[in-house]
Protein backbone atom coordinates (compact mmCIF):
# COMPACT_ATOMS: atom_id res chain seq x y z
CA UNK A 1 0.00 0.00 0.00
CA UNK A 2 1.14 2.92 -0.76
CA UNK A 3 2.01 5.53 1.62
CA UNK A 4 1.50 9.49 1.17
CA UNK A 5 2.92 12.74 3.07
CA UNK A 6 -0.54 13.93 4.41
CA UNK A 7 -0.08 18.05 2.56
CA UNK A 8 3.00 19.37 4.62
CA UNK A 9 2.08 17.97 8.14
CA UNK A 10 5.05 15.52 8.90
CA UNK A 11 2.41 12.55 8.52
CA UNK A 12 2.24 10.04 6.45
CA UNK A 13 -0.83 8.24 5.39
CA UNK A 14 -2.06 4.81 3.67
CA UNK A 15 -3.32 6.00 0.28
CA UNK A 16 -6.48 3.55 1.09
CA UNK A 17 -8.25 4.91 5.08
CA UNK A 18 -10.42 3.10 6.68
CA UNK A 19 -13.85 4.80 7.73
CA UNK A 20 -15.02 3.16 10.41
CA UNK A 21 -18.21 4.73 10.93
CA UNK A 22 -19.60 1.04 9.85
CA UNK A 23 -18.84 -0.17 13.00
CA UNK A 24 -20.68 2.06 15.27
CA UNK A 25 -23.86 -0.41 16.26
CA UNK A 26 -25.00 -4.50 17.58
CA UNK A 27 -24.41 -6.42 14.67
CA UNK A 28 -20.54 -5.44 15.06
CA UNK A 29 -18.71 -7.57 17.66
CA UNK A 30 -15.12 -6.55 19.47
CA UNK A 31 -14.19 -9.67 17.50
CA UNK A 32 -15.31 -8.27 14.34
CA UNK A 33 -13.75 -5.33 14.95
CA UNK A 34 -10.30 -6.85 15.89
CA UNK A 35 -10.15 -8.45 12.57
CA UNK A 36 -11.25 -6.11 10.60
CA UNK A 37 -8.30 -3.75 12.05
CA UNK A 38 -5.49 -6.77 11.95
CA UNK A 39 -6.69 -7.20 7.88
CA UNK A 40 -6.41 -3.43 8.06
CA UNK A 41 -3.05 -3.63 9.20
CA UNK A 42 -2.17 -6.64 6.94
CA UNK A 43 -3.37 -4.80 3.90
CA UNK A 44 -1.06 -1.50 4.53
CA UNK A 45 -4.17 0.51 5.85
CA UNK A 46 -2.74 2.46 8.31
CA UNK A 47 -5.37 5.34 8.22
CA UNK A 48 -8.45 4.97 10.66
CA UNK A 49 -11.08 7.81 10.76
CA UNK A 50 -13.77 7.29 13.50
CA UNK A 51 -16.08 10.19 14.92
CA UNK A 52 -17.80 11.34 18.15
CA UNK A 53 -20.93 10.14 16.13
CA UNK A 54 -20.04 6.49 14.93
CA UNK A 55 -21.72 5.22 17.96
CA UNK A 56 -19.20 2.85 19.54
CA UNK A 57 -16.58 3.16 16.74
CA UNK A 58 -14.07 5.03 19.23
CA UNK A 59 -14.58 2.87 22.02
CA UNK A 60 -14.28 -0.46 19.94
CA UNK A 61 -11.14 0.84 18.20
CA UNK A 62 -9.88 1.83 21.18
CA UNK A 63 -9.83 -1.83 22.61
CA UNK A 64 -8.80 -3.33 18.91
CA UNK A 65 -5.50 -0.75 18.65
CA UNK A 66 -4.06 -2.28 22.06
CA UNK A 67 -0.92 -3.16 21.78
CA UNK A 68 -0.39 -1.70 17.79
CA UNK A 69 -1.77 1.66 18.66
CA UNK A 70 1.53 3.02 17.19
CA UNK A 71 1.22 1.43 13.78
CA UNK A 72 -2.03 3.74 12.80
CA UNK A 73 -2.70 7.23 12.14
CA UNK A 74 -5.77 7.72 14.07
CA UNK A 75 -7.83 9.94 12.95
CA UNK A 76 -11.31 11.71 14.80
CA UNK A 77 -13.99 13.96 15.13
CA UNK A 78 -14.74 16.14 18.01
CA UNK A 79 -17.28 19.75 18.23
CA UNK A 80 -21.10 18.03 19.76
CA UNK A 81 -21.66 15.00 21.91
CA UNK A 82 -20.33 15.87 25.47
CA UNK A 83 -23.46 15.84 28.20
CA UNK A 84 -23.12 18.91 30.14
CA UNK A 85 -21.88 21.59 27.21
CA UNK A 86 -23.47 23.12 24.71
CA UNK A 87 -22.27 21.72 20.99
CA UNK A 88 -20.00 23.75 19.17
CA UNK A 89 -18.05 25.87 21.94
CA UNK A 90 -15.02 26.08 23.25
CA UNK A 91 -15.20 24.07 26.28
CA UNK A 92 -17.01 21.47 24.34
CA UNK A 93 -14.38 20.92 21.45
CA UNK A 94 -11.84 20.75 24.65
CA UNK A 95 -14.12 18.08 26.60
CA UNK A 96 -14.28 16.22 23.67
CA UNK A 97 -10.64 15.72 22.60
CA UNK A 98 -9.98 14.49 25.79
CA UNK A 99 -13.07 11.99 25.81
CA UNK A 100 -12.11 10.55 22.92
CA UNK A 101 -8.49 9.72 24.37
CA UNK A 102 -10.00 8.11 26.51
CA UNK A 103 -12.28 6.27 24.06
CA UNK A 104 -9.44 5.79 21.99
CA UNK A 105 -7.35 4.46 24.62
CA UNK A 106 -4.43 7.08 23.67
CA UNK A 107 -2.26 9.68 24.84
CA UNK A 108 -2.22 11.43 21.30
CA UNK A 109 -4.57 11.96 18.57
CA UNK A 110 -3.05 12.23 15.04
CA UNK A 111 -5.83 13.78 13.28
CA UNK A 112 -8.58 15.52 14.72
CA UNK A 113 -11.47 17.76 12.68
CA UNK A 114 -14.33 20.17 13.72
CA UNK A 115 -17.12 17.85 12.52
CA UNK A 116 -18.95 19.30 9.77
CA UNK A 117 -20.08 22.95 11.09
CA UNK A 118 -20.99 25.53 9.37
CA UNK A 119 -18.69 28.62 8.39
CA UNK A 120 -20.21 31.16 10.63
CA UNK A 121 -19.12 28.59 13.82
CA UNK A 122 -15.49 28.44 12.20
CA UNK A 123 -15.46 32.20 11.71
CA UNK A 124 -16.62 32.60 16.05
CA UNK A 125 -12.89 31.41 16.51
CA UNK A 126 -13.90 29.54 19.88
CA UNK A 127 -13.72 26.19 18.46
CA UNK A 128 -10.63 26.95 15.88
CA UNK A 129 -8.77 28.13 18.78
CA UNK A 130 -9.67 25.08 21.23
CA UNK A 131 -8.51 22.78 18.97
CA UNK A 132 -5.30 24.63 18.70
CA UNK A 133 -5.02 24.26 22.21
CA UNK A 134 -5.14 20.99 22.14
CA UNK A 135 -2.81 20.47 19.70
CA UNK A 136 -0.73 22.86 21.47
CA UNK A 137 -1.14 20.71 24.67
CA UNK A 138 0.25 18.12 22.46
CA UNK A 139 -3.01 15.69 22.76
CA UNK A 140 -3.57 16.12 18.89
CA UNK A 141 -0.75 16.36 15.81
CA UNK A 142 -2.62 17.79 13.22
CA UNK A 143 -6.12 20.27 13.27
CA UNK A 144 -8.42 19.59 10.72
CA UNK A 145 -11.93 20.38 9.49
CA UNK A 146 -14.25 17.60 7.69
CA UNK A 147 -17.12 19.35 5.46
CA UNK A 148 -18.12 20.66 2.41
CA UNK A 149 -18.78 23.90 0.79
CA UNK A 150 -18.38 27.90 1.72
CA UNK A 151 -17.36 26.39 5.21
CA UNK A 152 -14.66 23.97 3.87
CA UNK A 153 -13.29 26.43 1.69
CA UNK A 154 -13.21 28.98 4.38
CA UNK A 155 -11.37 26.07 6.67
CA UNK A 156 -8.77 25.87 3.86
CA UNK A 157 -7.86 29.68 3.38
CA UNK A 158 -7.95 30.37 7.49
CA UNK A 159 -4.29 28.80 7.90
CA UNK A 160 -5.55 27.27 10.64
CA UNK A 161 -5.91 23.50 9.69
CA UNK A 162 -3.23 21.17 8.67
CA UNK A 163 -6.21 18.99 6.30
CA UNK A 164 -9.76 18.53 5.56
CA UNK A 165 -11.84 16.24 4.70
CA UNK A 166 -14.79 16.24 2.37
CA UNK A 167 -16.60 14.20 -0.74
CA UNK A 168 -14.76 13.01 -3.52
CA UNK A 169 -15.77 10.06 -5.41
CA UNK A 170 -17.05 9.75 -9.02
CA UNK A 171 -20.67 11.24 -8.06
CA UNK A 172 -18.96 13.74 -5.66
CA UNK A 173 -16.57 15.94 -7.72
CA UNK A 174 -17.68 19.48 -6.10
CA UNK A 175 -14.68 20.34 -5.02
CA UNK A 176 -12.30 18.92 -7.02
CA UNK A 177 -11.59 22.06 -9.16
CA UNK A 178 -12.14 24.06 -5.85
CA UNK A 179 -11.48 23.45 -2.01
CA UNK A 180 -9.41 20.40 -3.05
CA UNK A 181 -6.90 22.26 -5.46
CA UNK A 182 -6.92 25.50 -2.90
CA UNK A 183 -5.64 22.82 0.09
CA UNK A 184 -3.20 20.97 -2.79
CA UNK A 185 -1.42 24.22 -3.55
CA UNK A 186 -2.00 25.80 0.41
CA UNK A 187 0.07 22.19 1.68
CA UNK A 188 -2.81 21.09 3.39
CA UNK A 189 -4.25 16.88 3.62
CA UNK A 190 -6.88 15.93 2.11
CA UNK A 191 -8.38 13.09 2.88
CA UNK A 192 -11.88 12.20 0.48
CA UNK A 193 -14.62 11.01 2.37
CA UNK A 194 -17.39 8.52 0.72
CA UNK A 195 -14.50 7.42 -1.31
CA UNK A 196 -16.96 4.65 -2.83
CA UNK A 197 -20.34 7.00 -3.26
CA UNK A 198 -22.07 5.39 -0.83
CA UNK A 199 -21.36 2.21 -3.67
CA UNK A 200 -24.80 3.42 -5.39
CA UNK A 201 -24.78 0.38 -8.00
CA UNK A 202 -25.63 -1.76 -5.06
CA UNK A 203 -29.26 -0.93 -5.55
CA UNK A 204 -31.52 -1.60 -7.54
CA UNK A 205 -33.98 1.17 -6.88
CA UNK A 206 -34.12 4.16 -5.18
CA UNK A 207 -32.86 3.21 -1.34
CA UNK A 208 -34.33 4.84 1.69
CA UNK A 209 -31.43 6.69 3.45
CA UNK A 210 -31.66 10.13 1.94
CA UNK A 211 -27.35 10.87 0.95
CA UNK A 212 -27.39 7.73 -0.39
CA UNK A 213 -30.42 8.14 -2.09
CA UNK A 214 -29.36 11.60 -3.67
CA UNK A 215 -25.88 9.41 -4.57
CA UNK A 216 -27.99 6.85 -6.46
CA UNK A 217 -30.09 10.00 -7.94
CA UNK A 218 -26.27 11.44 -9.34
CA UNK A 219 -25.31 7.66 -10.04
CA UNK A 220 -28.40 7.12 -12.55
CA UNK A 221 -28.03 10.75 -14.09
CA UNK A 222 -24.28 10.33 -14.57
CA UNK A 223 -25.08 6.93 -16.87
CA UNK A 224 -21.60 6.06 -16.30
CA UNK A 225 -20.30 3.00 -18.15
CA UNK A 226 -17.97 0.78 -16.28
CA UNK A 227 -15.94 -0.61 -19.35
CA UNK A 228 -15.10 -4.29 -17.97
CA UNK A 229 -13.98 -3.01 -14.57
CA UNK A 230 -15.86 -3.18 -11.46
CA UNK A 231 -17.35 0.28 -10.10
CA UNK A 232 -15.75 -0.64 -6.32
CA UNK A 233 -12.59 -0.56 -8.47
CA UNK A 234 -13.64 2.39 -10.46
CA UNK A 235 -14.23 4.98 -7.87
CA UNK A 236 -11.91 4.23 -5.36
CA UNK A 237 -8.93 4.38 -8.52
CA UNK A 238 -10.96 7.86 -9.04
CA UNK A 239 -11.11 8.60 -5.62
CA UNK A 240 -7.85 7.72 -4.36
CA UNK A 241 -5.42 9.21 -7.47
CA UNK A 242 -7.39 12.45 -7.56
CA UNK A 243 -4.86 15.08 -7.81
CA UNK A 244 -4.75 16.87 -4.15
CA UNK A 245 -6.32 13.68 -2.20
CA UNK A 246 -4.00 12.17 0.18
CA UNK A 247 -6.41 9.50 1.40
CA UNK A 248 -9.29 8.05 -0.28
CA UNK A 249 -11.62 6.79 2.91
CA UNK A 250 -14.05 3.62 1.88
CA UNK A 251 -16.20 3.02 4.49
CA UNK A 252 -16.60 -0.59 5.86
CA UNK A 253 -17.23 -2.97 8.16
CA UNK A 254 -16.45 -5.56 5.79
CA UNK A 255 -12.42 -7.34 5.81
CA UNK A 256 -13.28 -9.10 2.32
CA UNK A 257 -14.69 -5.38 0.98
CA UNK A 258 -11.39 -3.66 2.77
CA UNK A 259 -8.71 -5.80 0.59
CA UNK A 260 -11.02 -5.25 -2.60
CA UNK A 261 -10.40 -1.82 -2.35
CA UNK A 262 -6.98 -2.10 -1.16
CA UNK A 263 -6.35 -4.21 -4.82
CA UNK A 264 -7.86 -1.10 -6.33
CA UNK A 265 -5.84 1.28 -4.75
CA UNK A 266 -2.96 -1.15 -5.58
CA UNK A 267 -3.94 -1.40 -9.90
CA UNK A 268 -2.74 3.02 -9.78
CA UNK A 269 -4.59 5.77 -11.44
CA UNK A 270 -7.62 5.04 -13.99
CA UNK A 271 -6.32 5.07 -17.41
CA UNK A 272 -6.67 8.55 -19.14
CA UNK A 273 -9.67 8.22 -21.36
CA UNK A 274 -12.03 6.70 -18.49
CA UNK A 275 -11.11 9.26 -16.31
CA UNK A 276 -11.74 12.23 -19.06
CA UNK A 277 -14.63 10.48 -19.26
CA UNK A 278 -15.79 10.38 -15.29
CA UNK A 279 -14.92 14.40 -15.62
CA UNK A 280 -16.80 14.91 -18.72
CA UNK A 281 -19.93 13.26 -17.34
CA UNK A 282 -19.89 15.76 -14.33
CA UNK A 283 -19.30 18.46 -16.37
CA UNK A 284 -22.45 17.66 -18.09
CA UNK A 285 -24.75 17.29 -15.30
CA UNK A 286 -24.79 21.12 -14.26
CA UNK A 287 -22.93 19.99 -10.81
CA UNK A 288 -24.10 18.90 -7.69
CA UNK A 289 -23.22 20.30 -4.34
CA UNK A 290 -21.06 18.52 -1.76
CA UNK A 291 -22.79 15.87 -0.17
CA UNK A 292 -21.66 16.44 3.98
N1 LIG B 1 -19.25 14.39 7.66
C1 LIG B 1 -18.21 13.57 7.66
O1 LIG B 1 -17.19 13.91 8.19
C2 LIG B 1 -18.29 12.23 6.97
C3 LIG B 1 -19.45 11.88 6.25
C4 LIG B 1 -19.45 10.67 5.57
C5 LIG B 1 -18.33 9.86 5.61
N2 LIG B 1 -17.23 10.21 6.34
C6 LIG B 1 -16.01 9.31 6.40
O2 LIG B 1 -15.84 8.60 5.20
C7 LIG B 1 -15.98 7.20 5.43
C8 LIG B 1 -16.65 6.54 4.24
O3 LIG B 1 -17.93 7.08 4.01
P1 LIG B 1 -19.26 6.21 3.83
O4 LIG B 1 -19.14 4.97 4.63
O5 LIG B 1 -20.39 7.13 4.08
O6 LIG B 1 -19.27 5.91 2.27
P2 LIG B 1 -18.51 4.91 1.26
O7 LIG B 1 -17.22 4.44 1.82
O8 LIG B 1 -18.53 5.58 -0.05
O9 LIG B 1 -19.55 3.69 1.17
C9 LIG B 1 -19.70 2.81 2.21
C10 LIG B 1 -20.69 1.73 1.80
O10 LIG B 1 -20.14 0.94 0.74
C11 LIG B 1 -20.23 -0.44 1.07
N3 LIG B 1 -19.07 -1.09 0.46
C12 LIG B 1 -17.78 -0.96 0.82
N4 LIG B 1 -17.00 -1.67 -0.02
C13 LIG B 1 -17.82 -2.25 -0.91
C14 LIG B 1 -17.62 -3.11 -2.03
N5 LIG B 1 -16.39 -3.52 -2.38
N6 LIG B 1 -18.68 -3.51 -2.74
C15 LIG B 1 -19.95 -3.10 -2.40
N7 LIG B 1 -20.20 -2.30 -1.34
C16 LIG B 1 -19.15 -1.88 -0.62
C17 LIG B 1 -20.23 -0.49 2.58
O11 LIG B 1 -20.90 -1.62 3.06
P3 LIG B 1 -20.11 -2.85 3.82
O12 LIG B 1 -19.95 -2.45 5.25
O13 LIG B 1 -21.04 -3.99 3.60
O14 LIG B 1 -18.81 -3.01 3.14
C18 LIG B 1 -21.00 0.78 2.93
O15 LIG B 1 -22.39 0.55 2.94
C19 LIG B 1 -16.78 7.12 6.74
O16 LIG B 1 -16.66 5.90 7.41
C20 LIG B 1 -16.13 8.26 7.48
O17 LIG B 1 -14.86 7.86 7.94
C21 LIG B 1 -17.19 11.39 7.00
Given amino acids: MEQRPLGT ?7 LGLGA ?3 SGPE ?3 GDVDRLVGRALDLGVTLLDTARSYG ?10 AGRRERVVLSTKVGYGVPGLPDWTGPCVAAGVDAALARLRTDRLDLVHLHSCGREVLEGGEVVEALLRAVEAGKVRVAAYAGEGEALRWAVRSGAFGAVQ ?3 SAVDQAELDGAVAE ?9 GK ?7 WRFESRPPEPDVAEAWDRFQALGLEPGGLAWHEIFLRFAAFAPGVSAALVGTASPEHLAEAARAA ?12 LRAAWRASGGWGGRV
Avoid: F, H
Fill in 56 to 65: LSEERLGRAL
Fill in 28 to 30: TSD
Fill in 266 to 277: EAGPLDAPRLSA
Fill in 9 to 15: TGLRVSA
Fill in 194 to 200: RALGNAP
Fill in 183 to 191: ARAGGLGVL
Fill in 166 to 168: CSV
Fill in 21 to 23: GRI
